[in-house]
T-cell receptor, first 115, second 114 residues
């Protein structure tokens, strides 16, 4: 079946602009995660959804970052007033139930560049 | 808070030689442990995972890892590497609840010499 997909694959924006990054999880997966991977680093957890609700958003760096998953499937990560330090690869992952034993399946990521 | 340390930023191995990538974790209880591989332009792919039971776990692509509680380690091994194994390898830990995501190490870049 289809894996996790993310669009766009690349996004270049100017400092101060607003961006939206989209994630399509594996069909039927109730758990969805967003991570951010900076150059030379491992992925860093941002937010976790169980169904439509954000069960844990402790990883969001500040209030410029927001994510939604209105129908429990597709999720959008929204970044307001982008800064150069937001440049990174944003990864989305989904798992069947969200239990720790479940495998998280990752998408290819969206590379965000803020000029 | 849990943390993961991968001491080696880069490792170079000759094709056909054995490989061991190191991973140390910090967590109060027995964590759930994972190894992922990331190839250029590819998403992270799970190689193997450990939750409980047999401390030697087998994964895909001929990889295995051993959980050693006394050393807080979960090292990844492969008896004979192939050129296609060149990639970035990440060790990760989950506290078990799933709710706070995975905590990843900084990764080890594996280079294969012909």
């Amino acid at each position: 079946g289809a894996g996790v997909s993310q669009t766009p694959s690349n996004k270049v924006t100017e400092k101060g602009k607003y961006v939206e990054l989209r994630c399509d999880p594996i069909s039927g997966h109730t758990a969805l995660y967003w991570y951010r991977q900076s150059l030379g680093q491992g992925p860093e957890f941002l937010i976790y959804f169980q169904g439509t609700g954000a069960a844990d958003d402790s990883g969001l760096p500040n209030d410029r970052f927001f994510a939604v998953r209105p129908e429990g499937s597709v999720s959008t990560l929204k970044i307001q007033r982008t800064e150069r330090g937001d440049s990174a690869v944003y990864l989305c992952a989904s798992s069947r139930t969200g239990q720790g034993t479940d495998t998280q399946y990752f998408g290819p990521g969206t590379r965000l560049t803020v000029l | 808070a849990q943390s993961v340390t991968q001491p080696d930023i880069h490792i170079t191995v000759s094709e056909g030689a054995s490989l061991e990538l190191r991973c140390n974790y910090s967590y109060g209880a027995t964590p759930y442990l994972f190894w992922y591989v990331q190839s250029p332009g590819q998403g992270l792919q799970l190689l193997l995972k450990y939750f409980s039971g047999d401390t030697l776990v087998q994964g895909i692509k001929g990889f295995e890892a051993e959980f050693k509680r006394s050393q807080s380690s979960f090292n990844l091994r492969k008896p004979s590497v192939h050129w296609s194994d060149a990639a970035e390898y990440f060790c990760a830990v989950d506290s078990g609840g799933g709710a706070d995501g995975l905590t990843f190490g900084k990764g080890t870049h594996l280079i294969i010499q012909p």
